[in-house]
């Protein structure tokens, strides 16, 4: 068969969400020969039509269904509508992330052995070890074309990354450059090299970042055997008496219901989206959820712990020039728990447009204090801290007891608390931040606190054991066979790293193994 | 609903924005007498729209702002209220009940005690619903950016390759290892 495919098909799979994660897979899938429909639920947009203003862009790919922050944790308080700051548009959250790509280290995907019984955490580790995915880390790095990787050379540090350089150099730090960027330095795959815009948030009009947008769905499409649907709202996986799932009903354009049959289901749809589905999937064969035998599902959402540090300077920096995440200290990424906490933490350059920094960075603050922060603007400079952070069972998106959306399913609940270990680290890597800006000759400096999720991960955990987790060691679902989920949902920890590259990782070698499995008939 | 002008020269006279009725009709305009700025408003009248501006003023002052900039605060509390009479009595209401905490019509106090008031009223839900508008209208105004030295749009511009993504100039450059030369074709 070839695109486009009848709803009837019974022989297609079905890829809900075109990020990272099901644009890959579908693109994989595809070459391979597999018949996909990737269903998108969002609109679509081209670099072309991408903005340059950051309150317009949010409007324009952001998820913006209604969603409720519950938790003691600051971010419930300040958007308690806005938990995450992921995306609804072709490509997903490929389009707003930064291109920062860096391996897991192989002690994270030993969190429970390597850190011990942490009170309070539900620490597991991964049904996988490093070795098994090296070769997908390096098939993942060449498609999206990772700098200092493959030959490839590092992106030019731009006046927040050399702000941070001099900092990290005279505090002692030894890692420190432009990193791990999918991000082109010079023109690579049909796409030009990075022209410095500073609007890497809002989707790359130059397409130097890679996305599943203008790279793996085009390609997928190319072979005749994707069928993209877009303003595709997933609204039920289906199953059979069986228990193997048999289509998606989803909610057309125009709000009209349609199911589409499938010989197996990929659900990508990012952490929040993703266990949602499951749930709302419920049945009296599954009354908890589908493949959600072990009351897992949604459960250790984990959001990487987070903060950012400003720091104001005497002479001008304009951070808001050049790549937004072109430069990384490392050095605390290690687990040394003499530091009082496990697990470890990326140190990244981060910038923010003055229309977001005012948003951001103390959220619900007015006055003096505040303007004369904002008036510091042009010489300030920006890292984000980024660490690993421990699930817990509390910490869950689950259906919201009164709420329905638009289509009348209940809406998402996403609730988080810190763990005493994500205190420790933030407070750590805050006093750390503002060492290296000190170092560089910082006059004031601002510990700024977590923005809305953008790394959302665990809620569909893979497990050893089908009672820890939803899905094994290839995404797929413990109690159905050809129900797999792809994305970073599965992540068992979340380790101290960006976590685009390992979902990429894990959608090229899940591919090899439903391809597999298709062709073996288990499928 | 009257149409109204709010006249600078008069605000500037009394230190308190004053009104000039012009007319009756559904729409007053809210402007800079000198015709540098001028913003309508559909559903609050002019005393109300004063106290807004200067209550916004209060909330995010920057004193190399005119009042220009806190009037596109106005104009969009005053979009919000479209089709929506409850959040236009809700303008209302707060205002009366911000004037009550003043003691006395809110913009007649001098800065130091409007913020004072202010503080005390912080978890007002008009201060908050200034506040909330205020951060995100005053602050996404282009016009407003060349202030604070940042400069939007850069695409149509060719980005920053060109245009001093690297010109720092008060510290040692970074290694070539570190950060490499930029690519230029």
């Given at each position: 068969m070839a695109a486009p495919y009848d709803l009837t098909d019974d022989g297609v799979v079905v890829v809900i969400g075109s990020g990272a994660g099901g644009g890959t897979l579908a693109n994989a899938l595809a070459q391979k020969g597999i018949d996909v429909v990737l269903l998108e639920a969002g609109n679509r947009e081209e670099p072309s039509t991408f903005v340059n203003d950051e309150w317009a862009s949010f409007l324009q790919l952001s998820w913006l269904d209604p969603r409720e922050a519950t938790g003691s944790w600051r971010v419930?308080?300040?958007?308690?509508?806005?938990?995450?700051?992921?995306?609804?548009?072709?490509?997903?959250?490929?389009?707003?992330?930064?291109?920062?790509?860096?391996?897991?280290?192989?002690?994270?995907?030993?969190?429970?052995?390597?850190?011990?019984?942490?009170?309070?955490?539900?620490?597991?580790?991964?049904?996988?070890?490093?070795?098994?995915?090296?070769?997908?880390?390096?098939?993942?790095?060449?498609?999206?074309?990772?700098?200092?990787?493959?030959?490839?050379?590092?992106?030019?540090?731009?006046?927040?990354?050399?702000?941070?350089?001099?900092?990290?150099?005279?505090?002692?730090?030894?890692?420190?450059?432009?990193?791990?960027?999918?991000?082109?330095?010079?023109?690579?795959?049909?796409?030009?090299?990075?022209?410095?815009?500073?609007?890497?948030?809002?989707?790359?009009?130059?397409?130097?970042?890679?996305?599943?947008?203008?790279?793996?769905?085009?390609?997928?499409?190319?072979?005749?055997?994707?069928?993209?649907?877009?303003?595709?709202?997933?609204?039920?996986?289906?199953?059979?008496?069986?228990?193997?799932?048999?289509?998606?009903?989803?909610?057309?354009?125009?709000?009209?219901?349609?199911?589409?049959?499938?010989?197996?289901?990929?659900?990508?749809?990012?952490?929040?989206e993703s266990p949602r589905l499951l749930l709302n999937s419920a049945s009296a064969q599954f009354p908890d959820g589908l493949a959600n035998g072990s009351g897992q599902v949604g459960r250790n959402y984990m959001r990487h712990m987070t903060g950012s540090v400003y720091a104001a300077f005497a002479e001008p920096v304009r951070m808001h020039r050049g790549t937004t995440m072109a430069g990384i200290i490392t050095d605390e990424s290690r687990n040394d728990p003499t530091r009082g906490f496990v697990g470890g933490y990326e140190m990244e350059t981060l910038a923010l447009g003055l229309p977001f920094m005012a948003a951001f960075l103390d959220p619900g603050a007015w006055g003096r204090d505040f303007t004369r922060k904002m008036d510091q603007y042009a010489n300030m400079a920006g890292m984000w801290l980024v660490g690993e952070d421990m699930p817990q069972t509390g910490n869950a998106v689950t259906l919201h007891?009164?709420?329905?959306?638009?289509?009348?399913l209940p809406i998402p609940d996403v609730h988080f608390d810190d763990h005493a270990n994500d205190v420790a680290m933030r407070t750590h890597a805050f006093a750390?931040?503002?060492?290296?800006?000190?170092?560089?000759?910082?006059?004031?400096?601002?510990?700024?606190?977590?923005?809305?999720?953008?790394?959302?991960?665990?809620?569909?955990?893979?497990?050893?054991?089908?009672?820890?987790?939803?899905?094994?060691?290839?995404?797929?679902?413990?109690?159905?066979?050809?129900?797999?989920?792809?994305?970073?949902?599965?992540?068992?920890?979340?380790?101290?790293?960006?976590?685009?590259?390992?979902?990429?990782?894990?959608?090229?070698?899940?591919?090899?193994?439903?391809?597999?499995?298709?062709?073996?008939?288990?499928? | 609903m009257a149409k109204y002008v709010l006249d600078r020269r008069l605000f500037l006279r009394r230190s308190g924005t004053a009104v000039l009725a012009i007319g009756a009709g559904g729409m007053a305009v809210f402007r800079d007498p000198s015709g540098a700025w001028a913003i309508t408003l559909d559903h609050l009248d002019a005393s109300t729209a004063e106290t807004l501006l200067q209550l916004a003023r209060v909330l995010y002052p920057h004193d190399q702002l005119g009042?220009?900039?806190?009037?596109?605060?106005?104009?969009?509390?005053?979009?919000?209220?479209?089709?929506?009479?409850?959040?236009?009595?809700?303008?209302?209401?707060?205002?009366?009940?911000?004037?009550?905490?003043?003691?006395?019509?809110?913009?007649?106090?001098?800065?130091?005690h409007r913020t004072a008031v202010v503080a005390e009223q912080i978890g007002d839900p008009l201060v908050q619903k200034v506040r909330g508008t205020a951060v995100v209208e005053l602050y996404n105004n282009p016009l407003v950016w060349p202030v604070f030295g940042y400069e939007g749009s850069s695409a149509d511009e060719g980005g920053y390759i060109d245009r001093g993504f690297q010109d720092l100039g008060w510290l040692d450059a970074p290694s070539a290892e570190a950060s490499p030369p930029a690519y230029r074709g």
């Open positions: 419930a308080r300040d958007f308690p509508n806005l938990p995450a700051w992921i995306c609804k548009t072709v490509g997903g959250s490929t389009t707003h992330w930064a291109g920062a790509s860096l391996r897991f280290q192989e002690h994270e995907f030993k969190a429970r052995t390597t850190y011990g019984d942490v009170a309070g955490a539900t620490l597991l580790d991964w049904p996988l070890e490093l070795a098994e995915l090296e070769p997908y880390y390096e098939a993942a790095e060449d498609r999206m074309g990772v700098t200092r990787t493959h030959g490839i050379p590092g992106l030019p540090g731009n006046n927040n990354f050399m702000v941070m350089y001099a900092g990290a150099m005279k505090l002692g730090y030894n890692d420190c450059n432009t990193g791990r960027m999918a991000i082109n330095s010079q023109p690579r795959d049909g796409r030009t090299s990075c022209q410095q815009l500073g609007f890497c948030f809002q989707g790359c009009k130059t397409a130097a970042k890679w996305s599943t947008l203008y790279t793996e769905i085009p390609a997928a499409i190319a072979t005749g055997k994707c069928e993209l649907r877009i303003d595709a709202q997933a609204l039920q996986i289906q199953h059979d008496a069986s228990g193997k799932v048999t289509g998606v009903l989803y909610a057309d354009a125009d709000g009209n219901q349609q199911h589409q049959k499938a010989r197996a289901v990929c659900v990508a749809g990012n952490s929040i007891a009164e709420t329905r959306d638009a289509h009348g750390q931040g503002r060492a290296v800006y000190e170092a560089a000759g910082a006059v004031d400096v601002y510990d700024t606190p977590p923005y809305p999720s953008t790394h959302n991960l665990g809620t569909n955990r893979m497990s050893e054991r089908a009672e820890d987790g939803v899905v094994n060691r290839w995404g797929q679902a413990h109690e159905v066979a050809n129900l797999f989920v792809s994305d970073g949902s599965v992540f068992t920890t979340g380790g101290a790293e960006n976590p685009t590259l390992t979902i990429v990782a894990l959608a090229l070698r899940q591919a090899d193994y439903m391809a597999e499995q298709m062709g073996s008939g288990a499928i | 009042d220009m900039y806190y009037a596109v605060v106005v104009e969009a509390l005053d979009g919000a209220a479209e089709g929506d009479a409850e959040a236009q009595e809700q303008l209302v209401s707060g205002v009366a009940r911000l004037d009550a905490a003043a003691g006395g019509r809110f913009v007649d106090l001098d800065p130091e």
